[in-house]
T-cell receptor, first 115, second 114 residues
């Protein structure tokens, strides 16, 4: 079945380091991939998205890379700050098939940034 | 803040009871999606409402039902509560129906079933 999963459930980094969070997906029909940040007691917050016809997209301090050959997605956070500590989820959404109109989330990676 | 509000914040119910959770979408958004998030897991899609009609449903039994009102606010109803229904229930609002990946989430309602 369709699934979006993560390689590493936890990641600890020092403030100022770059962070890389990885995600594997299985639905080759996905049209968009999205990264969400969820802080304790809050709902997921949209960070950045990428269309399936792209391989890289940059935002403010964040970059998302998409490798469709191996069905792999990554989120790179530059100069990680303590405020970046949260759970990060990748999600996918499709324009057709059984995933139509719904976000399918992975399990999440806990990012901890040490001062 | 996303402008999406949910009530109540926390709720404790007994197995077999019924519960209604509420969501007010962001101004101008006509689509509301509901998700269930078990502890340590990613959110799971329950269903979506677009212009007051159900517009897609995940793998949840019929005892999970919903409504969307003319002002686009929404309710999630769960009948015959089971212990496994204990979770964080999230609603997300967006504009434009099904393929709306920019979904803005509320803070969630934490439901505990005992």
């Amino acid at each position: 079945g369709e699934s979006v999963g993560l390689h590493l459930p936890t990641l600890s980094v020092q403030e100022g380091d770059n962070s890389i969070i990885n995600c594997a997906y299985s639905n080759s029909a996905s049209d968009y991939f999205i990264w969400y940040k969820q802080e304790s007691g809050k709902g997921p917050q949209f960070i950045i998205d990428i269309r399936s016809n792209m391989d890289k997209r940059q935002g403010q301090r964040v970059t998302v890379l998409l490798n469709k050959t191996v069905k792999h997605l990554s989120l790179q956070i530059a100069a990680t700050q303590p405020g970046d500590s949260a759970v990060y989820f990748c999600a996918e959404i499709s324009a057709g098939g059984t995933s139509y109109g719904k976000l399918t989330f992975g399990q999440g990676t806990i990012l901890t940034v040490h001062p | 803040e996303t402008g999406v509000t949910q009530s109540p914040t926390h709720l404790i119910k007994t197995r077999g009871q019924q519960v209604t959770l509420r969501c007010s979408s962001q101004s101008g958004h006509n689509t509301v999606s509901w998700y269930q998030q078990a502890l340590g897991q990613g959110p799971q899609f329950i269903f979506q409402y677009y212009r007051e009609e159900e517009n897609g449903r995940g793998n949840f039994p019929p005892r999970f039902s919903g409504l969307q009102f003319p002002n686009y606010s929404s309710e999630l109803n769960v009948n015959a509560l089971e212990l496994d229904d204990s979770a964080l229930y999230l609603c997300a609002s967006s504009l434009g129906g099904a393929l709306t990946y920019e979904q803005y989430f509320g803070p969630g309602t934490r439901l505990t079933v005992t």
